[in-house]
């Protein structure tokens, strides 16, 4: 049994590795940095961790493998199709799936709270509030008590449930299937327009799938008015011209985003998140896709993919399987 990792191993996955050898002493686990060329190696390798790396030319020369390690929670960047095809398993990570949906209540707080639009005014000396005799009705607004709408109800959503929860918020989730009682939920429903309608914050933890792409559009945005809107799932899940409308058109009163739609790259560092200026307008809170990724975050993200690849060599099955029809 081989197995490739091909992401950046840090010392504290050299660390799981070492451990795991110790159990599983008859499996080879294999550094790609520690190889010349990949392709002398692809085609004998039974299971990998998946890295950028990871060509569809790489992956049509992997006769062997059987199932592929994801060391986090999205996996749209692989083509689900051709693995399902090839009868490939994908394993995922949910091991982040609380520090995620931390931030995503942190922006909550920060968009309803007006934290960086108040911050940025008293800079220049601006204030708010009764010292510069604004009405109330005009301040920040509080997430206590509010009828909050999530969108995914899996392993983040079902962490953001919980502590919503702490500011007696009641909680309707979108899902597909509906039969399952979760904690912390008071109600469940399939139709997106009525969760919609019915809640005040929507906070989307969707994975980005051919059926949640452009889930949000024009048309959901219409029936969305003076709410606000969290987005730590994916950023194409919303359209990005109907969401910059809704916010520059004030037909939502808000929102605060960590997923996006550009990403900078090699050949340009510096690049805007969205084709358009959303950065610029003052009801919105910006975050760079960072929800999942601090000190905590990755650990805890390896330790469920340790836990993955054990599960997988003691029973040949991981511990958690994505269904390759619906990227989850």
Same mark, same amino acid.
């Given at each position: 049994?081989?197995?490739?990792?091909?992401?950046?191993?840090?010392?504290?996955?050299?660390?799981?590795?070492?451990?795991?050898?110790?159990?599983?002493?008859?499996?080879?686990?294999?550094?790609?940095?520690?190889?010349?060329?990949?392709?002398?190696?692809?085609?004998? *390798?039974?299971?990998?961790?998946?890295?950028?790396?990871?060509?569809?030319?790489?992956?049509?020369?992997? =006769?062997?493998?059987?199932?592929?390690?994801?060391?986090?929670?999205?996996?749209?960047?692989?083509?689900?199709?051709?693995?399902?095809? !090839?009868?490939?398993?994908?394993?995922?990570?949910?091991?982040?799936?609380?520090?995620?949906?931390?931030?995503?209540?942190? /922006?909550? /707080?920060?968009?309803?709270?007006? @934290? *960086?639009?108040?911050?940025?005014?008293?800079?220049?000396? @601006?204030?708010?509030?009764?010292?510069?005799?604004?009405?109330?009705?005009?301040?920040?607004?509080?997430?206590?008590?509010? #009828?909050?709408?999530?969108?995914?109800?899996?392993?983040?959503?079902?962490? /953001?449930?919980?502590?919503? =929860? %702490?500011?007696?918020?009641?909680?309707?989730?979108?899902?597909?299937?509906?039969?399952?009682?979760?904690?912390?939920?008071?109600? @469940?429903?399939?139709?997106?327009?009525?969760?919609?309608?019915?809640?005040?914050? $929507?906070? *989307?933890? /969707?994975?980005?799938?051919?059926?949640?792409?452009?889930?949000?559009?024009?048309?959901?945005?219409?029936?969305?008015?003076?709410?606000?809107?969290?987005?730590?799932?994916?950023?194409? *899940?919303?359209?990005?011209?109907?969401?910059?409308?809704?916010?520059?058109?004030?037909?939502?009163?808000?929102?605060? $985003?960590?997923?996006?739609?550009?990403?900078? #790259?090699?050949?340009?560092?510096?690049?805007?998140?969205?084709?358009?200026?959303?950065?610029?307008?003052?009801?919105?809170?910006?975050?760079?896709?960072?929800? %999942?990724?601090?000190?905590?975050?990755?650990?805890?993200?390896?330790?469920?993919?340790? !836990?993955?690849?054990?599960?997988?060599?003691?029973?040949?099955?991981? !511990?958690? @399987?994505?269904?390759?029809?619906? %990227?989850?």
């Amino acid at each position: 049994m081989k197995i490739l990792f091909m992401n950046k191993l840090n010392s504290y996955w050299k660390d799981k590795i070492i451990e795991t050898k110790k159990i599983f002493p008859q499996v080879e686990f294999i550094d790609w940095e520690n190889v010349k060329d990949l392709n002398d190696i692809i085609d004998k *390798v039974d299971a990998l961790v998946y890295g950028d790396n990871l060509t569809e030319s790489l992956l049509e020369k992997a =006769k062997n493998l059987k199932v592929i390690f994801v060391p986090y929670a999205g996996v749209n960047q692989l083509p689900l199709e051709r693995l399902k095809e !090839k009868n490939i398993l994908v394993s995922n990570s949910h091991g982040n799936a609380r520090i995620v949906a931390e931030r995503a209540l942190v /922006l909550a /707080l920060s968009l309803l709270g007006k @934290i *960086v639009e108040y911050h940025k005014d008293l800079e220049r000396g @601006i204030w708010h509030g009764f010292s510069a005799g604004e009405s109330v009705k005009n301040s920040w607004v509080s997430i206590q008590n509010k #009828t909050c709408g999530i969108l995914g109800l899996g392993n983040i959503g079902k962490h /953001l449930a919980s502590m919503l =929860k %702490g500011f007696d918020c009641k909680v309707i989730g979108y899902k597909r299937n509906t039969s399952e009682k979760i904690e912390n939920v008071d109600e @469940i429903s399939s139709e997106l327009e009525y969760v919609i309608k019915k809640s005040e914050i $929507i906070f *989307v933890t /969707l994975p980005l799938s051919k059926y949640t792409k452009g889930l949000i559009g024009e048309r959901i945005f219409d029936i969305m008015e003076n709410k606000y809107l969290i987005n730590v799932g994916r950023g194409d *899940v919303i359209n990005q011209k109907a969401l910059y409308e809704a916010l520059v058109n004030n037909k939502i009163a808000g929102a605060a $985003i960590d997923v996006w739609y550009n990403y900078p #790259t090699i050949e340009k560092p510096a690049t805007l998140p969205s084709n358009y200026p959303i950065t610029a307008l003052k009801n919105v809170v910006l975050s760079p896709h960072v929800g %999942g990724y601090n000190t905590d975050a990755t650990k805890y993200s390896i330790d469920e993919t340790i !836990k993955n690849i054990m599960a997988f060599l003691e029973t040949g099955k991981p !511990k958690d @399987i994505v269904d390759l029809e619906y %990227g989850y």
